[in-house]
Protein backbone atom coordinates (compact mmCIF):
# COMPACT_ATOMS: atom_id res chain seq x y z
CA UNK A 1 0.00 0.00 0.00
CA UNK A 2 2.78 2.59 0.62
CA UNK A 3 4.41 1.62 -2.54
CA UNK A 4 1.69 2.32 -4.25
CA UNK A 5 1.01 5.48 -2.71
CA UNK A 6 4.68 6.71 -3.06
CA UNK A 7 4.20 5.89 -6.52
CA UNK A 8 1.19 8.24 -6.93
CA UNK A 9 2.84 10.65 -4.87
CA UNK A 10 5.62 10.74 -8.13
CA UNK A 11 3.64 10.91 -10.69
CA UNK A 12 1.72 13.58 -9.42
CA UNK A 13 4.62 15.25 -8.88
CA UNK A 14 6.35 13.96 -12.28
CA UNK A 15 2.91 15.57 -13.75
CA UNK A 16 3.30 19.01 -12.65
CA UNK A 17 7.16 19.30 -13.26
CA UNK A 18 5.57 18.48 -17.45
CA UNK A 19 3.01 20.78 -16.99
CA UNK A 20 5.14 23.42 -15.69
CA UNK A 21 7.59 23.06 -18.54
CA UNK A 22 5.20 22.91 -21.23
CA UNK A 23 4.17 25.95 -20.10
CA UNK A 24 7.33 27.41 -20.32
CA UNK A 25 8.17 26.64 -23.53
CA UNK A 26 4.74 28.40 -25.06
CA UNK A 27 6.07 31.34 -23.16
CA UNK A 28 9.37 31.24 -24.46
CA UNK A 29 7.99 32.62 -27.79
CA UNK A 30 6.69 35.62 -25.91
CA UNK A 31 10.31 36.70 -24.63
CA UNK A 32 10.94 38.57 -28.33
CA UNK A 33 7.88 40.32 -28.62
CA UNK A 34 7.30 41.56 -24.80
CA UNK A 35 4.22 40.54 -22.49
CA UNK A 36 2.26 43.59 -21.26
CA UNK A 37 2.46 43.65 -17.24
CA UNK A 38 -0.74 45.04 -15.47
CA UNK A 39 -1.88 45.84 -11.75
CA UNK A 40 -5.03 44.87 -10.87
CA UNK A 41 -6.64 46.74 -7.69
CA UNK A 42 -9.70 45.25 -5.78
CA UNK A 43 -11.28 46.94 -2.89
CA UNK A 44 -11.83 44.32 -0.41
CA UNK A 45 -14.95 45.93 1.05
CA UNK A 46 -16.74 46.60 -2.08
CA UNK A 47 -17.37 50.34 -1.23
CA UNK A 48 -18.36 49.69 2.31
CA UNK A 49 -14.94 51.60 3.78
CA UNK A 50 -15.31 54.85 1.93
CA UNK A 51 -19.23 54.69 3.02
CA UNK A 52 -18.98 53.71 6.28
CA UNK A 53 -14.92 54.75 7.27
CA UNK A 54 -15.54 58.65 8.81
CA UNK A 55 -18.12 57.51 10.83
CA UNK A 56 -16.56 54.82 12.25
CA UNK A 57 -12.67 55.54 12.69
CA UNK A 58 -13.19 59.07 12.21
CA UNK A 59 -10.94 58.97 9.05
CA UNK A 60 -11.86 58.24 5.44
CA UNK A 61 -10.75 55.75 3.39
CA UNK A 62 -11.24 55.06 0.28
CA UNK A 63 -10.77 51.24 0.11
CA UNK A 64 -8.83 48.30 1.84
CA UNK A 65 -6.76 47.65 -1.20
CA UNK A 66 -5.87 44.42 -2.23
CA UNK A 67 -3.55 44.01 -6.08
CA UNK A 68 -2.55 41.74 -8.21
CA UNK A 69 -0.23 41.68 -11.15
CA UNK A 70 -1.29 40.33 -14.20
CA UNK A 71 1.43 39.05 -16.52
CA UNK A 72 1.97 35.67 -19.23
CA UNK A 73 -1.87 35.42 -19.13
CA UNK A 74 -2.04 34.95 -14.79
CA UNK A 75 -2.83 36.74 -12.02
CA UNK A 76 -0.21 36.48 -9.12
CA UNK A 77 -1.43 37.80 -6.04
CA UNK A 78 -0.45 36.83 -2.04
CA UNK A 79 -3.04 34.77 -0.72
CA UNK A 80 -3.42 32.71 2.65
CA UNK A 81 -1.48 30.20 0.93
CA UNK A 82 1.72 32.17 -0.04
CA UNK A 83 1.81 33.51 -3.81
CA UNK A 84 -0.95 32.02 -6.03
CA UNK A 85 -2.11 32.79 -9.22
CA UNK A 86 -5.17 32.50 -11.08
CA UNK A 87 -7.23 33.41 -14.51
CA UNK A 88 -7.17 37.30 -14.77
CA UNK A 89 -9.60 38.67 -12.69
CA UNK A 90 -10.48 35.18 -11.54
CA UNK A 91 -10.27 35.64 -7.71
CA UNK A 92 -13.25 35.48 -5.41
CA UNK A 93 -13.06 39.16 -5.36
CA UNK A 94 -14.39 39.06 -9.14
CA UNK A 95 -13.62 42.11 -11.90
CA UNK A 96 -10.84 44.58 -10.46
CA UNK A 97 -12.24 47.96 -9.29
CA UNK A 98 -8.97 49.38 -11.40
CA UNK A 99 -6.34 48.25 -13.64
CA UNK A 100 -3.35 49.75 -14.37
CA UNK A 101 -0.79 49.20 -17.37
CA UNK A 102 2.26 49.01 -15.68
CA UNK A 103 4.24 48.42 -19.41
CA UNK A 104 5.89 45.62 -20.85
CA UNK A 105 7.98 43.14 -19.84
CA UNK A 106 10.89 41.33 -22.19
CA UNK A 107 11.97 39.03 -18.79
CA UNK A 108 11.78 35.12 -19.97
CA UNK A 109 8.77 33.50 -18.00
CA UNK A 110 10.96 31.31 -16.35
CA UNK A 111 12.67 34.07 -14.56
CA UNK A 112 9.89 35.70 -13.54
CA UNK A 113 7.99 32.73 -12.30
CA UNK A 114 11.38 32.16 -10.51
CA UNK A 115 11.36 35.57 -8.52
CA UNK A 116 7.61 35.50 -8.21
CA UNK A 117 7.39 32.31 -6.58
CA UNK A 118 10.59 32.99 -4.84
CA UNK A 119 8.97 36.29 -3.06
CA UNK A 120 6.24 33.96 -1.59
CA UNK A 121 9.46 31.69 0.41
CA UNK A 122 11.22 35.24 1.16
CA UNK A 123 8.23 37.86 2.08
CA UNK A 124 5.46 36.24 2.74
Known amino acids: MLIHLLGIVCFQENRQTEARQAEASEMADLENIGVTVELHVY ?10 SQMLL ?3 LDGVWHTGIVAYGREYFFGS ?8 SGT ?11 GDTFI ?3 VFLDYVLGLGDSTF
Open 108 to 110: PYE
Open 92 to 102: VLGQPDRIVNL
Open 43 to 52: DLTKGLAASL
Open 81 to 88: GGVQSVRP
Open 58 to 60: GKH
